[in-house]
């Protein structure tokens, strides 16, 4: 009898750790990869390490070294113009196809894949085929010259002025049917019923979107601005594929400019201060929003 | 919405509708075209649309310049093994919120989740320095571990919320006729877990195979997939346009499949489940 109880015991103790003890690796292996990786990196940034890690401390000579680089400058310059045109286009555009899909398209199961395609695909891929489109040599420019339109011209890619624009108009493309179906889930989550009892009093479609349905969508501008927000923070794939950065330094971004210092320049400690910037940007964004998240979820 | 559209307005939205639609995938069907163009064709003014001698040369001359099945190969394990090894680690964890959850559970996810957000660059150097230290730069081992960590949370989650769907009470009626853990896991819960499973599988396959910040900057000639082998002949010169389209092409040619199945799961994935 007693041998029984113990082992009941033991069964009971071990089905109240088990859960516990499986759910640890997981945690422990992104507390580590997150956290324990992140802080050798802000460790970095303080040190005056070059092409191998030193750790003499140097304070905060690293970031006033990188506020002085011209390089950064543009850099972060770029990141405003791209990141504020590439959330405010993506939005914009994500929420008309959005409620333009909503009105009963014929065929619209096959379509959303379809735009929602250049989501699913290789940035590499797609930037090396945005390249070759915007080439003035065999691209658009090219084809319209062809055409007739001798006076077209298009050559943004190879124009230091407008390189960046030329990022922004790839990754809207790249992006905006995934805002789409984005909004195209808040659209399909409004209640009938409201949208009903407005139609009866006369309510016209225009002031229908406007007053109601809209307003409700708050939550999906929400996590659109989060997640696109990310996004334009982290994009390098795109850059790397379209323009590698140039013409010149035209189309660096935050992540490129680390990327060269760090294995083309040899500077790991200022590398190190640029992903304290962004990591720091990023945590700016999200934090705020899973505080939000969190409180209306308890 | 049940709103009343007419009959001529639907024409015209549904023309409109897949205008855009063509429109969004131009490029890539371009792509997918000028990899069966021969050289001149593709660069042809004005251009040939489809009317042109279609040929598989492309891909011949691709394969027998650069070894193209190698880089192909290396996609294959590299988003292949780091699923795998994901999925492993994280059902138990998934299980473990998804059954038995505590108090922290939301938290624990919520925190995991947001730890997909943070940009790669913040952990390059650390494992940059551990790649260089245990002499596996350029391998594929080191990347199948890289993109099993960076994946972790989505893995996790995305399993969490489907083992979230399996009911409660046919574990408790398994219980009361006597079922242990063991059988509970094997006879029940397996089978009601596949479905689930299979989907994360797809999306993290997907991911994996799209990556390319770690790929580009951790793999030289050795392990280097797909991505690294498109990035290095984006240039010009590099490679003629109709071979870099067939190159492409065979490069998104998976994901183009797999991706219709998954269309659901991309959205839901990538927007950390703000979208159901």
């Not at chain 1, 970031?63 to 950064?72: I, K, P, Q, T, V």
């Not at chain 2, 972790?152 to 242990?180: K, N, Q």
Request: proline share 4%; aromatic share 14%; charged share 15%.
């Amino acid at each position: 009898m007693a041998a029984a109880d113990t082992r009941a015991d033991f069964r009971t103790r071990m089905q109240n750790w088990l859960p516990k003890i499986v759910l640890a690796p997981s945690v422990t292996l992104m507390l580590i990869f997150v956290y324990g990786f992140i802080f050798y990196t802000i460790y970095l940034s303080f040190t005056g390490s070059r092409m191998l890690p030193s750790y003499d401390w140097v304070g905060l000579r690293n970031y006033e070294n990188l506020f002085r680089l011209s390089h950064w400058e543009i850099a972060i310059t770029n990141l405003g113009i791209f990141a504020s045109l590439y959330i405010i286009i993506c939005t914009l555009i994500g929420l008309s196809l959005a409620i333009f899909l909503d009105q009963k398209i014929r065929g619209e199961g096959f379509l959303r894949p379809i735009y929602l395609y250049p989501m699913a695909l290789s940035f590499i891929v797609t930037g090396t085929a945005w390249k070759w489109l915007l080439d003035p040599g065999i691209g658009i420019e090219a084809t319209m010259q062809t055409w007739g339109f001798t006076e077209f011209t298009f050559n943004w890619i190879k124009d230091r002025d407008m390189a960046i624009y030329t990022i922004v108009i790839a990754a809207v493309w790249q992006t905006s049917g995934f805002v789409m179906a984005m909004f195209l889930a808040g659209l399909r989550g409004i209640d009938n019923e409201i949208l009903k009892a407005a139609q009866m009093d006369g309510a016209s479609n225009w002031s229908l979107y406007r007053r109601i349905i809209i307003p409700q969508l708050r939550p999906a501008f929400l996590s659109a601005f989060v997640i696109l927000s990310h996004l334009a923070i982290k994009s390098y794939d795109l850059v790397i594929a379209m323009t590698d950065g140039g013409p010149g330094r035209a189309t660096e971004l935050p992540a490129t400019f680390m990327y060269s210092y760090t294995f083309t320049r040899n500077q790991m400690g200022i590398g190190a201060s640029s992903a304290v910037i962004m990591l720091m940007t990023i945590a700016a964004i999200m934090i705020p929003y899973l505080y939000a998240e969190l409180r209306e979820k308890k | 919405m049940a709103r009343a559209v007419t009959t001529q307005r639907k024409a015209i939205n549904t023309t409109i509708a897949w205008a855009i639609g063509l429109l969004i995938f131009f490029p890539i069907l371009w792509t997918i075209l000028t990899s069966f163009k021969t050289e001149g064709e593709a660069v042809a003014n004005p251009p040939v649309f489809l009317f042109f001698d279609w040929t598989l040369e492309n891909y011949a001359v691709v394969q027998e310049r650069s070894n193209y099945m190698r880089f192909l190969w290396n996609s294959i394990i590299i988003a292949g093994g780091s699923t795998l090894l994901g999925i492993l680690v994280a059902v138990p964890a998934a299980w473990s919120m998804a059954f038995v959850p505590s108090k922290r559970t939301k938290d624990i996810l919520l925190w995991m989740l947001s730890t997909k957000m943070l940009p790669a660059v913040g952990v390059l150097y650390p494992i940059y320095l551990l790649c260089i230290e245990l002499g596996v730069l350029d391998s594929r081992a080191a990347l199948v571990v890289i993109l099993m960590l960076i994946n972790l949370p989505i893995i996790v989650w995305m399993l969490y919320t489907y083992f979230r769907e399996i009911p409660g009470e046919i574990l408790e009626a398994a219980r009361m006729d006597g079922a242990g853990l063991k059988e509970e896991l094997l006879y029940i819960l397996t089978p009601m877990a596949v479905p689930g499973i299979a989907s994360t599988l797809l999306l993290n396959f997907i991911l994996a195979w799209n990556e390319a910040f770690w790929t580009l900057n951790l793999t030289a000639v050795d392990a280097a997939p797909l991505t690294a082998f498109i990035a290095s002949y984006s240039s010009p010169e590099g490679l003629f346009f109709a071979k870099l389209s067939a190159a492409s092409t065979m490069a998104i040619a998976p994901i183009l499949i797999l991706g219709w199945f998954s269309q659901k799961q991309l959205v839901r994935g990538l927007t950390f489940g703000a979208v159901k």
